[in-house]
C-alpha cells in the first residue's frame, strides 16, 4: 500500500511526493524502495503487486522500474485501507486463487531485517495451515500514545502466534501507560498476513457493500477490462479502514510479535528517536552540520548542505530547495495546520 | 573602495563574493552596483574609480561594466585604508593635478538620496575653496558602540559643515549613552571630501613613509607601468587606517553633517533596524514568509523562498543555496569564529 499523503513531514514530503517516496535517511532509497527490496528477497519480483493512488503512477514506475503495468494497482480515488485490500485481493484471487498474501503499508521503517524475513515467513506459514487474519504486533518499549494497540489473550503458540482480544485505538497517555505495562498489549503494525480467500470471506461477511461491488467484477481482473471497472466502482466503495471493518469485528484474528525494529515514521519525533544522535542528542539527516550549545534538535537539509546552529533547543529544523521550516517539536502536530494556511496564503506552490 | 572581505554576514557573504557585491534587499543591485549607481547622478562615469583587491576584478567588471580597466584600481594585497586612499589619490592626480575626489565605502547604505547628493555638492564646494579634509558625519538617532564617534567644536557654518575636535574609536555602552546625549558628537560614516593635493599632503606630513613610496611611482601612475610598480610597491606599504593615520592627527580636518539616512551594514542587528518589519518586529529579507509565535527575527532566504517560523524569538536565520546558519542575535558578532570553526571541520568548501 503506496497511496498516502501526510502532510507531517511538510516540507519534506509534498503533495506530488509523498513520504513514501522520500529518502528520509539519505541512503539511497526511498522508503518505498526499502520495502521493495526487503520483501523481494523473500518474495519474487512478479509477485509484488503496489496499490497506490492514481497520481502517483509515474513516481512508482520511476522509482520500481522493475514492476510491470499490471503489478500497479491504480486507485481511482482515496478510500482508506480496506477498499484497497479488498481491490488487490481480487486482483492477486484472479492470477492465484490460493495466493497467501503479505500486505504492508510502504513508508514504515522496519529493523534487523532478518528477523523481519524470518517473522514473515513464520507468517506465511502459519495462514497455509490455518485459516486467520494474522496481524503483526510490536512489544512496546515504551508507552506511546501514537500507535493504536492490540490485546492479545494469554499463551500462544511456540512461533509467539497468539490469539487476539482486541484491538484498540491511540490511547491517551494513562492508558498507554498501564498497556504498556501489562505486558498483553502490542503496537499494531498495520501489515497483514492471510490466504486470499480468508481475507475475501471476511469481506463477505464483515463488509459486504465492498464485497458485493468487488464481485461484479469477476472475470475483469488482471484482463484489460480491469481499469475501467475499478474507475467506475471503486469511487463508490465504503471509506473505511481494515482495522474498523474487519480486524476489529473478526473472530479468526491472531498476532504474531515481531522480533523486529519498527516505526511508522509517523511525526518526526519519531523520525529523531530513531535516528544517530550527537552528544546533545542532536540530528542532522543527510546534511553536514555543527551545532553550537544547541540540544534535543532534528536538522534535516538536502544532501550535501551545511546547517550551523547555536542557541537552539527542541526544534525541527527542516530545508528543501525551496522551503525552511522552523518549529518546536511540542508543536509538530500543527505543521498539518500551518500547510493549510500556507495554501490560504500563497497558492499551492508551496503545498 | 570595494575591497573588504568581512565574515560578518557569513553565510551570506562568501571569501569569493563579499557583503559589496551582494544584494541585501533584493532590489535587484548590489551594495556597489548602488553606490555607482548613486555617484553617477553627478559625477560622470569616466570619473569614478573603484579601488579593490586584485580577486575581485572580473566580479567588478561584470557588476559594473561601465568601468574600463584604468577605473579599477587593484590592490595586490590587504593594506587597509590609508594605502588604498594613497594609490587613488598618485592615479588620480597623474590624470587631473586638481581634482577633487569624494572617497567613500562601497557596502554602505544610504537613504533619502537626494539629500545625501546634496551634502556630497555641498562638500565638494567646501573644498574647492579650502584645502580642509572633510569628512561626513551622521547625526547619532541611538547611543551605538558599533560606530567611530566624531566631536566637533561648537558652532559651525551655514552649511552645517564644522571644525573636528577629535576622533574616538567605538565607545563602550556608557560613554556611548554620554556622546549621544551630548548633541556634539557624530557617528564617523568613512566618506571623505578632499582636494588631491590637500590628502596627499597630509600624507607627505603624517604618513611619509607611505607618501615616500607613492612618490617613487611618479610619471608611472595612469600608464601601462602602474600595474608592476604597485605589484611591487604595494604590498611594502604600512597597514593603517586613514582614520588612525591621518584624520586623527591633522589639524585641518572638518566635518559635513549628513542629512540623508546612514547605516554601514556591519551587522546583522543593523539591517535589521533598517529593515521593514512586521508587527511582531519580524523581518524577511527576498524570502516569502510566515511567522507563528515569533518575534524580532531577521530572516533572509534566497528570492523566492518560503520560510516558516514557529516559536522563535531573537534570532538570525540565513539560508543560502548550501548553508543554514541560526544563531541568536544576542550572539551575531560570534559568527566568524563559527566560520573559522567551520573551516577547521571541512575546509573551505563552505567558506
Same mark, same amino acid.
Given at each position: 500500500m503506496g497511496?498516502?499523503?501526510?502532510?507531517?513531514?511538510?516540507?519534506?514530503?509534498?503533495?506530488?511526493?509523498?513520504?513514501q517516496?522520500?529518502?528520509?535517511?539519505?541512503?539511497?532509497?526511498?522508503l518505498i524502495?526499502?520495502t521493495f527490496?526487503?520483501?523481494?528477497?523473500?518474495?519474487?519480483?512478479?509477485?509484488?503487486?503496489v496499490?497506490? @493512488?492514481?497520481?502517483?503512477?509515474?513516481?512508482?514506475?520511476?522509482?520500481?522500474?522493475?514492476?510491470?503495468?499490471?503489478?500497479?494497482?491504480?486507485?481511482?480515488?482515496?478510500?482508506?485501507?480496506?477498499?484497497?485490500?479488498?481491490?488487490?485481493?481480487?486482483?492477486?484471487?484472479?492470477?492465484?486463487?490460493?495466493? @497467501?498474501?503479505?500486505?504492508t503499508p510502504a513508508d514504515h521503517?522496519?529493523?534487523?531485517?532478518?528477523?523481519?524475513?524470518?517473522?514473515?515467513?513464520?507468517?506465511?506459514?502459519?495462514?497455509?495451515?490455518?485459516?486467520?487474519?494474522?496481524?503483526?504486533?510490536?512489544?512496546?518499549?515504551?508507552?506511546?500514545?501514537?500507535?493504536?494497540?492490540?490485546?492479545?489473550?494469554?499463551?500462544?503458540?511456540?512461533?509467539?502466534?497468539?490469539?487476539?482480544?482486541?484491538?484498540?485505538?491511540?490511547?491517551?497517555?494513562?492508558?498507554?501507560?498501564?498497556?504498556?505495562?501489562?505486558?498483553?498489549?502490542?503496537?499494531?503494525?498495520?501489515?497483514?498476513?492471510?490466504?486470499?480467500?480468508?481475507?475475501?470471506?471476511?469481506?463477505?461477511?464483515?463488509?459486504?457493500?465492498?464485497?458485493?461491488?468487488?464481485?461484479?467484477?469477476?472475470?475483469?481482473?488482471?484482463?484489460?477490462?480491469?481499469?475501467?471497472?475499478?474507475?467506475?466502482?471503486?469511487?463508490?466503495?465504503?471509506?473505511?479502514?481494515?482495522?474498523?471493518?474487519?480486524?476489529?469485528?473478526?473472530?479468526?484474528?491472531?498476532?504474531?510479535?515481531?522480533?523486529?525494529?519498527?516505526?511508522?515514521?509517523?511525526?518526526?519525533?519519531?523520525?529523531?528517536?530513531?535516528?544517530?544522535?550527537?552528544?546533545?542528542?542532536?540530528?542532522?539527516?543527510?546534511?553536514?552540520?555543527?551545532?553550537?550549545?544547541?540540544?534535543?534538535?532534528?536538522?534535516?537539509?538536502?544532501?550535501?548542505?551545511?546547517?550551523?546552529?547555536?542557541?537552539?533547543?527542541?526544534?525541527?529544523?527542516?530545508?528543501?530547495?525551496?522551503?525552511?521550516?522552523?518549529?518546536?517539536?511540542?508543536?509538530?502536530?500543527?505543521?498539518?495546520?500551518?500547510?493549510?494556511?500556507?495554501?490560504?496564503?500563497?497558492?499551492?506552490?508551496?503545498?
Open positions: 497511496g498516502g499523503v501526510g502532510s507531517r513531514f511538510w516540507p519534506f514530503s509534498r503533495e506530488n511526493k509523498p513520504k517516496f522520500l529518502d528520509f535517511f539519505g541512503t539511497g532509497r526511498s524502495q526499502q527490496d526487503r520483501f523481494n528477497q523473500i518474495i519474487p519480483t512478479q509477485n509484488i503487486f496499490a497506490t @493512488n492514481e497520481m502517483y503512477a509515474e513516481l512508482i514506475k520511476e522509482q520500481i522500474p522493475e514492476l510491470s503495468d499490471s503489478q500497479i494497482l491504480l486507485e481511482p480515488t482515496r478510500r482508506n485501507t480496506a477498499p484497497c485490500i479488498a481491490y488487490a485481493s481480487y486482483h492477486i484471487k484472479a492470477i492465484n486463487p490460493n495466493a @497467501n498474501i503479505v500486505v521503517l522496519i529493523l534487523q531485517e532478518h528477523h523481519f524475513l524470518k517473522n514473515i515467513q513464520t507468517g506465511l506459514n502459519f495462514v497455509c495451515k490455518f485459516p486467520t487474519l494474522l496481524t503483526m504486533g510490536v512489544n512496546p518499549n515504551r508507552p506511546e500514545t501514537g500507535y493504536g494497540y492490540i490485546q492479545t489473550v494469554e499463551g500462544g503458540t511456540n512461533d509467539n502466534i497468539q490469539e487476539v482480544k482486541a484491538f484498540t485505538e491511540k490511547p491517551n497517555q494513562e492508558l498507554a501507560n498501564i498497556f504498556f505495562e501489562s505486558g498483553d498489549f502490542f503496537w499494531n503494525s498495520g501489515i497483514f498476513i492471510w490466504n486470499v480467500n480468508t481475507i475475501i470471506d471476511a469481506f463477505v461477511k464483515y463488509l459486504p457493500d465492498i464485497a458485493t461491488r468487488f464481485n461484479l467484477g469477476l472475470g475483469k481482473y488482471n484482463t484489460p477490462e480491469e481499469k475501467t471497472f475499478i474507475e467506475e466502482q471503486y469511487p463508490m466503495c465504503q471509506n473505511i479502514s481494515i482495522d474498523y471493518g474487519i480486524m476489529e469485528k473478526a473472530d479468526n484474528v491472531h498476532m504474531l510479535v515481531a522480533d523486529f525494529g519498527w516505526s511508522d515514521l509517523g511525526t518526526w519525533g519519531s523520525l529523531h528517536d530513531l535516528a544517530e544522535k550527537d552528544q546533545q542528542h542532536n540530528t542532522s539527516l543527510k546534511c553536514k552540520s555543527m551545532f553550537i550549545e544547541s540540544s534535543n534538535n532534528l536538522v534535516a537539509l538536502p544532501e550535501g548542505k551545511l546547517a550551523v546552529i547555536q542557541g537552539l533547543e527542541d526544534y525541527i529544523v527542516v530545508a528543501t530547495d525551496d522551503i525552511l521550516l522552523i518549529c518546536q517539536k511540542s508543536e509538530e502536530q500543527r505543521i498539518k495546520h500551518f500547510v493549510t494556511d500556507i495554501n490560504m496564503k500563497y497558492g499551492d506552490e508551496f503545498i
